[in-house]
């Protein structure tokens, strides 16, 4: 099962559409943990339309705290083998769900990205066209392919430790995942000094 760990904060315009996209996956192994930071608009009043799904359940914090905060929180609460952490502002494709999960299967990886767009105008604005395959460590740090939020997935037992994550290799679905509505949000940081980076590469 995938626990898919939904954190906004004053995101009542594009909340909706986030869970919509979740419902509507073509996977049905799924659970989904919203972690409403504080929120100050009207995010709670559109969540709760979604709750009367059993797999939907909504934690809503008094006071606003780190987004890394707010995921561990969510974490905390889902009991699933995979998990994606995903902004209120993201859109997954109906089947983002299957495509990832089927790629960590089929490579024997810790954990799965695809492809993913971000919104300019309305329209999506492809970031990859990689084939499908298996991404390193190595190749993340270079450039290959950026680990963004809403369109990867991880094994539970590195979800704790996003330090790891630029340190594992990844498997790559060509299926487009994710539409990311907000600005670019990379999970893997890429901000080593230069002779560090290189020292990586050679590893």
């Not at 559109?46 to 995921?71: C, F, G, P, T, W």
């Not at 270079?142 to 094994?155: D, E, L, M, R």
Request: proline share 2%.
């Amino acid at each position: 099962m995938i626990s898919v760990i939904v954190t906004l904060h004053n995101r009542e315009k594009s909340i909706i559409s986030a869970l919509q996209s979740i419902v509507a996956q073509t996977a049905q192994q799924w659970e989904c943990v919203i972690v409403d930071n504080a929120s100050t608009d009207a995010s709670e009043f559109q969540v709760n339309a979604y709750l009367i799904d059993r797999r939907m359940h909504y934690i809503r914090l008094k006071e606003q705290v780190s987004l890394q905060e707010a995921r561990k929180i969510g974490l905390d609460a889902t009991t699933g083998e995979w998990v994606m952490f995903m902004d209120g502002a993201d859109y997954l494709d109906s089947n983002a769900l299957q495509a990832l999960y089927l790629i960590v299967k089929k490579y024997g990886t810790l954990a799965g990205i695809g492809h993913f767009a971000i919104e300019r105008n309305g329209e999506p604005k492809h970031c990859c066209y990689l084939p499908e395959g298996k991404l390193t460590a190595r190749q993340i740090i270079k450039g290959k392919h950026k680990v963004v939020t809403g369109n990867s997935i991880f094994a539970r037992s590195i979800a704790y430790s996003p330090e790891s994550w630029s340190t594992i290799n990844y498997a790559l679905t060509d299926h487009l995942v994710a539409i990311n509505g907000e600005i670019e949000q990379p999970l893997v940081k890429q901000n080593l000094p230069f002779w560090k980076k290189i020292i990586r590469l050679f590893k």
